[in-house]
């Protein structure tokens, strides 16, 4: 095979990358080392070769603060020898590069313990067929154009009366290219873009002031919201939280605003991870079947939504993705597993090594101020603080801050306090899902109202 030079990779900076010859690049280094391993005595390998371009810029105070232009490419295989494993990667994707990465895994694996779960996933689970999910948006990177979004969108903050600082805002583009080619003959190829653009703002002065932000993030460029909208939406998020204070502590019911709600769905899809079934660290070991939420509640993968955020069609194993209900009708219906995790369980591959796939929690019928009319007096949570989580036992308490809220009505902001249960006694406790729902990230759901939570104040 012929040599792939670094500067080979067409992806200059301003330029659009030619998609197919960047990945039949791509697709040739995988061969390379697949092949190489092959000589070398490995019984089976898999490998991943990738190519990034991104371009990014941040600003502070109308001044422009960094201007990053980045253009990286690697490839890491896995090789087997017996049940052996050995791994290595390399950031160069020259001829004589690949070679020495794939000697390395060669000599790692004769010295690492057989492993029976070790392998390639079942050539039968391999994807067969590859759509196109409409995640490929590329457009020349403008160090000028991006620079002008930046400032603007913090101008359009800071122009916001009661606005006193910046943290600062961002703008970026970055596109990525992957080749997954194992020895059983499998190649697949995927492709994505994505555009972002934040700002953070400071309003009030000494020990009154407070902070916030928002963002935008998409796969197409044409999709993002004005940078304006973003820069004023930071603005009133910052605002809305001046005066804010403790509140007794108490047991009430808790709003999860959309942007805090999906972490409670991510603590779930980590408790119900294969890494964590086998290894025996997680309070929900041995649940699928279970009630963990009540009836009316739907979580879905659904890995073929198009432009969304992690749409695939195959994992990073190449087993196929497919739709599936994860949570139906309140009762979890099994595990976010890989091929490795799988073998250890005496399961099969879910399609998940690598991650889920657009999970969506299915909305329910009321808004977000309809469920402040719901909650009557609680708590809203807009912004969540700390790592207090245990997935070995379920034990939740983060420090929070929000707004409380009195007879539907939001009375004022609220900070400094913390929330706190058990994991498994809030999926039960959930009386609520918004119609709200926050398609920015693979986690898509609306506002989640919590029925009882220990909320610690003053």
């Given at each position: 095979?012929?040599?792939?030079?670094?500067?080979?990779?067409?992806?200059?900076?301003?330029?659009?990358?030619?998609?197919?010859?960047?990945?039949?690049?791509?697709?040739?280094?995988?061969?390379?080392?697949?092949?190489?391993?092959?000589?070398?005595?490995?019984?089976?390998?898999?490998?991943?070769?990738?190519?990034?371009?991104?371009?990014?810029?941040?600003?502070?105070?109308?001044?422009?603060?960094?201007?990053?232009?980045?253009?990286?490419?690697?490839?890491?295989?896995?090789?087997?020898?017996?049940?052996?494993?050995?791994?290595?990667s390399s950031g160069d994707l020259r001829s004589d590069s690949i070679r020495v990465c794939v000697e390395k895994a060669i000599d790692i694996a004769r010295f690492t313990q057989a492993d029976?779960?070790?392998?390639?996933?079942?050539?039968?689970?391999?994807?067969?067929?590859?759509?196109?999910?409409?995640?490929?948006?590329?457009?020349?990177?403008?160090?000028?154009?991006?620079?002008?979004?930046?400032?603007?969108?913090?101008?359009?903050?800071?122009?916001?009366?009661?606005?006193?600082?910046?943290?600062?805002?961002?703008?970026?583009?970055?596109?990525?290219?992957?080749?997954?080619?194992?020895?059983?003959?499998?190649?697949?190829?995927?492709?994505?873009?994505?555009?972002?653009?934040?700002?953070?703002?400071?309003?009030?002065?000494?020990?009154?002031?407070?902070?916030?932000?928002?963002?935008?993030?998409?796969?197409?460029?044409?999709?993002?919201?004005?940078?304006?909208?973003?820069?004023?939406?930071?603005?009133?998020?910052?605002?809305?939280?001046?005066?804010?204070?403790?509140?007794?502590?108490?047991?009430?019911?808790?709003?999860?605003?959309?942007?805090?709600?999906?972490?409670?769905?991510?603590?779930?899809?980590?408790?119900?991870?294969?890494?964590?079934?086998?290894?025996?660290?997680?309070?929900?070991?041995?649940?699928?079947?279970?009630?963990?939420?009540?009836?009316?509640?739907?979580?879905?993968?659904?890995?073929?939504?198009?432009?969304?955020?992690?749409?695939?069609?195959?994992?990073?194993?190449?087993?196929?993705?497919?739709?599936?209900?994860?949570?139906?009708?309140?009762?979890?219906?099994?595990?976010?597993?890989?091929?490795?995790?799988?073998?250890?369980?005496?399961?099969?591959?879910?399609?998940?090594?690598?991650?889920?796939?657009?999970?969506?929690?299915?909305?329910?019928?009321?808004?977000?101020?309809?469920?402040?009319?719901?909650?009557?007096?609680?708590?809203?949570?807009?912004?969540?603080?700390?790592?207090?989580?245990?997935?070995?036992?379920?034990?939740?308490?983060?420090?929070?801050?929000?707004?409380?809220?009195?007879?539907?009505?939001?009375?004022?902001?609220?900070?400094?306090?913390?929330?706190?249960?058990?994991?498994?006694?809030?999926?039960?406790?959930?009386?609520?899902?918004?119609?709200?729902?926050?398609?920015?990230?693979?986690?898509?759901?609306?506002?989640?109202?919590?029925?009882?939570?220990?909320?610690?104040?003053?």
């Amino acid at each position: 095979m012929n040599d792939v030079p670094k500067n080979d990779f067409n992806m200059v900076a301003q330029a659009v990358p030619d998609r197919d010859q960047e990945l039949a690049a791509l697709e040739d280094a995988a061969g390379q080392a697949l092949e190489h391993a092959r000589s070398l005595g490995a019984d089976s390998a898999e490998v991943s070769a990738n190519a990034h371009q991104g371009l990014d810029v941040s600003v502070r105070k109308g001044e422009v603060e960094t201007l990053e232009f980045s253009l990286d490419h690697g490839l890491a295989i896995s090789v087997y020898i017996g049940n052996s494993k050995g791994h290595s990667s390399s950031g160069d994707l020259r001829s004589d590069s690949i070679r020495v990465c794939v000697e390395k895994a060669i000599d790692i694996a004769r010295f690492t313990q057989a492993d029976k779960c070790n392998g390639l996933a079942p050539v039968d689970r391999l994807a067969r067929e590859f759509p196109d999910f409409d995640l490929w948006h590329p457009r020349a990177l403008d160090a000028d154009l991006t620079m002008e979004r930046a400032l603007a969108c913090e101008a359009a903050g800071l122009g916001m009366e009661g606005i006193s600082n910046s943290d600062g805002a961002s703008a970026s583009a970055n596109f990525g290219l992957n080749v997954y080619a194992n020895s059983t003959g499998f190649c697949g190829r995927r492709d994505g873009t994505r555009y972002d653009q934040s700002c953070v703002l400071i309003a009030g002065e000494g020990d009154t002031m407070q902070r916030d932000y928002w963002y935008d993030s998409r796969r197409a460029f044409d999709d993002l919201e004005d940078v304006e909208i973003t820069g004023r939406e930071a603005a009133r998020r910052t605002l809305r939280r001046l005066g804010a204070r403790q509140v007794p502590t108490c047991e009430v019911p808790v709003l999860f605003a959309p942007e805090t709600a999906s972490g409670i769905v991510r603590h779930l899809v980590a408790a119900i991870s294969g890494s964590a079934l086998y290894r025996n660290s997680t309070f929900l070991k041995d649940a699928a079947g279970r009630q963990l939420f009540p009836e009316w509640v739907q979580i879905s993968e659904r890995p073929h939504i198009p432009r969304a955020p992690s749409s695939a069609a195959f994992d990073a194993e190449g087993v196929a993705t497919s739709d599936r209900e994860l949570i139906d009708n309140g009762v979890l219906t099994g595990y976010v597993l890989g091929s490795y995790s799988a073998r250890r369980l005496g399961l099969e591959s879910t399609g998940n090594a690598g991650g889920v796939h657009n999970l969506v929690v299915q909305p329910g019928r009321y808004s977000a101020p309809e469920l402040l009319r719901v909650m009557g007096t609680g708590l809203l949570v807009t912004e969540l603080m700390g790592q207090g989580v245990s997935i070995v036992t379920g034990d939740y308490s983060r420090g929070a801050a929000g707004f409380w809220v009195e007879n539907g009505e939001i009375q004022y902001p609220v900070d400094e306090v913390t929330v706190a249960g058990n994991l498994r006694d809030m999926f039960l406790a959930v009386e609520a899902v918004g119609s709200d729902v926050d398609d920015r990230t693979s986690i898509q759901t609306g506002s989640i109202l919590v029925g009882k939570m220990t909320v610690a104040g003053s």
